[in-house]
């Protein structure tokens, strides 16, 4: 059984940095995508980035575009999220993904995703 486990949230200044990280556990084939995806308290659920675990390709929202980046580690089972220059309104839940289905590119969409982690919250203020 897949399980997801987030962590490394909190909260930080503007213009501050704070990397996510998305362990997982069960059967992880190089052919899986993981996404990245936040939700503001009264916004609907977005998706920030996502990578090929086989090839380590990223794709990025134009909202997170040059500030995030993610990164993976197949070897621990493990994908990142290193966020910089954050703001504000980057303040959210933010929850790994993961899309089991044999595609070309991972996508940002909700819908696209069957397995979700607990989420950890963000939290960028002064």
């Known amino acids: 059984q897949l399980q997801l486990v987030e962590s490394g949230g909190g909260s930080v200044q503007p213009g501050g940095s704070l990397r996510l990280s998305c362990a997982a556990s069960g059967a992880i084939l190089n052919y899986y995508k993981i996404g990245w995806f936040r939700q503001a308290p009264g916004k609907e659920r977005e998706g920030i980035s996502c990578?090929?675990?086989?090839?380590?390709?990223?794709s990025d929202a134009n909202s997170v575009k040059g500030r995030f980046t993610m990164s993976r580690d197949n070897a621990k089972n493990t994908v990142y999220l290193q966020m910089s220059s954050l703001k504000p309104e980057d303040t959210a839940v933010y929850y790994c993904a993961v899309d089991k289905t044999d595609g070309e590119s991972c996508s940002l969409t909700v819908r696209a995703y069957g397995y979700w982690g607990q989420g950890t919250q963000v939290t960028v203020s002064s």
């Open positions: 990578i090929i675990l086989f090839s380590g390709r990223t």
